[in-house]
């Protein structure tokens, strides 16, 4: 049976352990701030990527976006992978493309042709429909659902139950708030809210690192 590590004990730390009981076997985590038994093996700079430990993404949340773009092109940039975790109640179709990195959490559905970046979270029962494209480090939060052929750039955030329509584009490093309705492209680095949705500001929510 093959290890991993997990890259940060938020919320997400026990949805992957979950996800890979029986499947693969847990040796550990990295955090900056939890440190709480003999599993721990470093900080975030600490990482060890000079071993066959597979290692996995557990860091969400608005304020971790560009702390996880970091994680993910520094493990990138050594030739490293991080794996995917994919439940199996959720369904991808066999003609699409996912990248490494990412997490697709039950009752998730990704459709037909569509393509999946790296180290992007799709959580429970969003549904990304066919031919879209979902960049780079993307968070589609539960209940998220986009009409077919949307492209969604890198860095995104989209709020829990927000729907968007078919085509629709969004610009890179933006949030759509929870519930928000997107009937046309969103430029890059905004904050875009309600039904329908509407730019309210710039993004400053990414915490800068």
Do not use: W
């Not at 590590?5 to 997400?12: D, S």
């Not at 050594?78 to 990195?101: P, Q, V």
């Not at 809210?193 to 309210?200: F, L, Q």
């Amino acid at each position: 049976m093959n290890s991993y590590r997990i890259i940060g004990k938020g919320g997400l730390f026990s949805i992957i352990k979950e996800l890979l009981v029986g499947k693969s076997h847990f040796d550990g985590y990295y955090d900056d701030t939890l440190r709480e038994d003999s599993d721990y093996r470093g900080t975030f700079k600490e990482i060890d990527l000079n071993t066959d430990i597979n290692y996995f993404l557990a860091i969400g949340g608005e304020n971790n976006m560009l702390l996880r773009e970091k994680l993910i092109n520094q493990i990138s940039s050594s030739g490293k992978m991080l794996m995917n975790c994919i439940s199996e109640k959720a369904h991808l179709y066999d003609n699409s493309r996912i990248g490494s990195g990412n997490i697709v959490m039950s009752f998730a559905h990704i459709g037909s042709q569509c393509v999946i970046g790296n180290g992007t979270i799709v959580y429970s029962g969003s549904i990304i429909e066919h031919d879209s494209i979902v960049g780079d480090n993307v968070i589609l939060t539960p209940g998220v659902r986009t009409g077919g052929g949307c492209c969604i750039g890198n860095n995104v955030f989209i709020g829990i139950g927000s729907t968007l329509s078919d085509g629709v584009t969004v610009g890179e490093g933006s949030i759509i708030g929870a519930g928000s309705l997107v009937l046309k492209d969103i430029p890059s680095g905004v904050l875009v809210y309600g039904s329908p949705a509407k730019v309210i500001g710039l993004n400053t929510i990414y915490r800068k690192i």
